[in-house]
Structures are given as C-alpha cells and as structure tokens.
C-alpha cells in the first residue's frame, strides 16, 4: 500500500538495498546519489560517531542540490575487534574480510540523516545489529566470492532476507543490515509528516 507524505522524498545513495526497502514500504521517492568521497575511520573513536558523520555528509551533499523535500540519506559499516569492516577494495581485500568474519559475530551499524529543506531541520540516528557470519573455510570462502555479493557492500557480504546460509541477524532489525532501519525509519518519517 502506498504511503503519502507531504512533502517531497529523496533518497540521497545509489543502494539498491535502500531502494528496494523503501519501495516495499511503500513510499515514493525520488533519487540523488550523493557521490561524496566518505572518509576512511581516521579520527573516529567508534562506529556510532563514524556512520552518523558520513551519513550527515551524504544528506549535506543532497540538500544543497534541492529547495524543498526531506532529503534521507544513510551509511553502513560492519565493526569488528574495535574497528572498522568497509567495503572491499577488490576480491583479494573481501577474502581478507570473510577471513576476520568467520564464525564470528560482529556489529553492524547504520547511521540516517533525514535533513528537510527549506527549514534545515535535521533529524539523525543510528542503529546496530548483531551479525552472525558462517564459519568457511578457504573452499567455503571461494564459493562465497563467487556470489559476488560482496562487491559494494560494507563487511564483504549482503544478507539475504529468507534462509540466508551465509548471514545470521542474532540481534536488531535485518532492514538495518540491509542499510536503512525501517522500523525507526517510519516511526520518523510520520512525526515529521505531522510536522509540515
């Protein structure tokens, strides 16, 4: 069932992931990459402070490019022995991350940054859950880079929502994994719809 917002939607990131959950949902929304260089964790203490930065620089890089709507934007980034899991570089780099994750739980967190033109009311939250990833082997490993799931996704991997082999949510939502926490999203989005 669609949902209508009073106001002008636009998802500021090109995943297809966040796409699909909005969609699903229900809402109508419009697209702008933010096509920002995200910083590596340099200077960041943890994964909260790390996600909201990059996930209120994405929202920044959208909301100067528009006059009115709710820009939304969010970054993901696994955690793991006090540091970060980002995207992998290339096949060689993601078989060093299914290495470090095997058999092994880590976090996933996820910053939002919802920033609403013309006003510049900014709303931004992050959220983690805890992941499972599957103990492999080097067989194993080899099987799972042929998937290509990998490739763009934070923590070497994109969690299938059904009977995942791989990928086992232990705690928080699995939307959030996917990178955008519905949940919290939606209860958001409305208080601001009741705000216009």
């Not at 090109?14 to 699903?24: M, N, Q």
């Not at 949902?25 to 990059?54: K, M, Q």
Request: glycine fraction near 8%.
């Amino acid at each position: 069932m669609a949902k209508q917002l009073p106001f002008r939607l636009i998802l500021g990131s090109a995943s297809l992931g966040r796409r699909e959950l909005l969609h699903r949902a229900g809402y109508t929304f419009d697209v702008r990459a933010s096509r920002i260089e995200e910083p590596n964790d340099a200077g960041y203490p943890n994964a909260r402070t790390l996600v909201a930065n990059v996930a209120w620089l994405k929202a920044a890089a959208v909301a100067a490019q528009i006059e009115d709507g709710v820009v939304l934007a969010a970054d993901s980034i696994g955690w793991i022995d006090g540091m970060p899991i980002c995207k992998p570089a290339d096949e060689a780099d993601a078989r060093r991350i299914l290495r470090l994750l095997s058999g092994r739980t880590h976090q996933l967190w996820t910053g939002v940054c919802l920033w609403r033109k013309p006003d510049g009311l900014q709303v931004l939250w992050q959220e983690s859950s805890d992941v499972l990833f599957a103990g492999l082997d080097e067989k194993g490993i080899d099987t799972y880079l042929r998937t290509r799931l990998w490739e763009g996704c934070a923590g070497a991997y994109a969690v299938l929502e059904c009977d995942d082999p791989y990928v086992t949510v232990t705690s928080g939502s699995i939307s959030n994994v996917i990178g955008l926490p519905m949940e919290s999203l939606e209860r958001r989005l409305s208080l601001l719809a009741e705000r216009v």
